[in-house]
């Protein structure tokens, strides 16, 4: 059984800041790709910012220069560093990874979080 387990969101001002993380855990023999995804109220979700194993990363254009992605292989964690939060920022954040599980059939799935809320008001 695997879980990924996010935290970090609330409330912030507009110009605010805030650290997501996402732990994952469970019978994990490797990670691949972790990424951030959000989805805004109708919205479809969309990808945010993603990193490999080998540390390179993506992002989406809305948010470049103002969040970045990293990771803690050692403690199967991605986190998203968000500065600069705008209002059109207030979404669901989710986490997603792609994980090798550790025990038969050593099959390799796409995973996600159960997500957190990021709103941005004043």
């Known amino acids: 059984q695997v879980q990924l387990v996010e935290s970090g969101g609330g409330l912030v001002q507009p110009g605010g800041s805030l650290r997501l993380s996402c732990a994952a855990s469970g019978s994990i023999f490797s990670i691949d790709y972790m990424g951030w995804y959000r989805q805004a109220p109708g919205k479809q979700r969309e990808l945010v910012a993603g990193?490999?194993?080998?540390?390179?990363?993506n992002y989406a254009d809305s948010v470049k220069g103002r969040f970045t992605i990293s990771r803690d292989n050692a403690k199967n964690t991605v986190y998203l560093q968000m500065n600069s939060l705008k209002p059109e920022d207030t979404a669901v954040y989710y986490c997603?990874?792609?994980?090798?599980?550790?025990?038969?059939?050593?099959?390799?799935?796409?995973?996600w979080g159960q997500g957190t809320q990021v709103t941005v008001s004043s």
């Open positions: 990193i490999s194993s080998d540390g390179s990363t």
């Open positions: 997603n990874a792609g994980i090798t599980i550790a025990t038969y059939p050593y099959s390799r799935s796409g995973y």
